[in-house]
C-alpha cells in the first residue's frame, strides 16, 4: 500500500511540476508580445484568440524596434497555409479539376487539371495570375498543367529550403514546368497582377457564381 502511495505521490508531483513549466512559458511568450508593442488599449497588442473574422492589426512605434535588426529580418510567410489557399483559390474556377501547390521561400510551384473545354493558354495565365494575386511581390510563379507536375510537387511536400540538393531539385523542377504554357505575366515582372477570383476584375475568369 505504502509503495502504491509513494507511486501515486511521484506522478502527482510530476504532473504538477510540468504544468508548471507550461505556465511559466506560456506567460514569457505573452510578456515577450506585451514588450513588443505598445502599451494601452488592448487593440494596440495582438490578439491571442481573435474572433472569427475579426481583422488583423498590430502598431508599432518606431522607438520599440532595432532598426538594424529590422532591416536584416526575414519576411516570412506561414508557407503550408498560402499553398492550401493558391489551391482553394484556384478550384473556385469551373475551369479546373485539380490543383497541387508548393510554396518555396520565393518560388510557387503549381500543378493542375483544366477541364477539356478550356484553352491551355487562358488555363495558365488564370492560375498564374490567381497565385501571383495571392503571395508577397517577391515571389515567382510557375504552372504546368503536364501531369507528371503532380509528381514532382509531391515529391517536395516533405522538403526543407535547408535541404543538401534543394536548390537544384527546384531548378530541376521549374525549368520542366517551362515546357507548359506559363500565363501572361512576364517572370522579370515582380509586379502583381490585379486580378484572380477573390479580386475585382473585368476579366472573364469563368468562376461559378
Known amino acids: 500500500m505504502n509503495k502504491l502511495m509513494k507511486?501515486?505521490?511521484?506522478?502527482?508531483?510530476?504532473?504538477?511540476?510540468?504544468?508548471?513549466?507550461?505556465?511559466?512559458?506560456?506567460?514569457e511568450a505573452k510578456n515577450m508580445m506585451d514588450d513588443d508593442t505598445l502599451n494601452g488599449n488592448a487593440m494596440d497588442g495582438y490578439n491571442d484568440k481573435p474572433k472569427d473574422g475579426q481583422v488583423g492589426y498590430v502598431?508599432?512605434?518606431?522607438?520599440?524596434?532595432?532598426?538594424?535588426?529590422?532591416?536584416?529580418?526575414?519576411?516570412?510567410?506561414?508557407?503550408?497555409?498560402?499553398?492550401?489557399m493558391i489551391s482553394r483559390m484556384?478550384?473556385?474556377?469551373?475551369?479546373?479539376?485539380?490543383?497541387?501547390?508548393?510554396?518555396?521561400?520565393?518560388?510557387?510551384?503549381?500543378?493542375?487539371k483544366k477541364a477539356d473545354d478550356t484553352d491551355r493558354e487562358s488555363a495558365a495565365d488564370m492560375v498564374q495570375k490567381t497565385a501571383y494575386s495571392l503571395v508577397p511581390s517577391f515571389y515567382h510563379v510557375y504552372v504546368s498543367d503536364n501531369p507528371a507536375s503532380f509528381g514532382d510537387i509531391q515529391s517536395l511536400s516533405n522538403s526543407t529550403v535547408y535541404d543538401q540538393g534543394y536548390n537544384d531539385t527546384i531548378d530541376s523542377i521549374i525549368k520542366k514546368?517551362?515546357?507548359s504554357?506559363?500565363?501572361?505575366?512576364?517572370e522579370e515582372n515582380s509586379n502583381q497582377p490585379n486580378v484572380g477570383p477573390n479580386?475585382?476584375?473585368k476579366d472573364k475568369t469563368g468562376m461559378e457564381n
Request: glycine content about 2%.
Open 7 to 27: 507511486i501515486t505521490i511521484f506522478f502527482t508531483l510530476f504532473a504538477l511540476i510540468a504544468a508548471g513549466c507550461q505556465e511559466t512559458k506560456e506567460e
Open 59 to 84: 502598431r508599432f512605434n518606431k522607438q520599440q524596434l532595432n532598426q538594424d535588426a529590422e532591416k536584416n529580418r526575414e519576411i516570412k510567410v506561414n508557407r503550408e497555409q498560402m499553398a492550401d
Open 90 to 112: 484556384i478550384l473556385r474556377y469551373d475551369k479546373f479539376e485539380d490543383v497541387a501547390t508548393v510554396v518555396t521561400d520565393n518560388e510557387v510551384l503549381v500543378a493542375y
Open 177 to 179: 514546368m517551362k515546357n
Open 181 to 186: 504554357p506559363q500565363g501572361k505575366v512576364q
Open 199 to 201: 479580386m475585382d476584375t
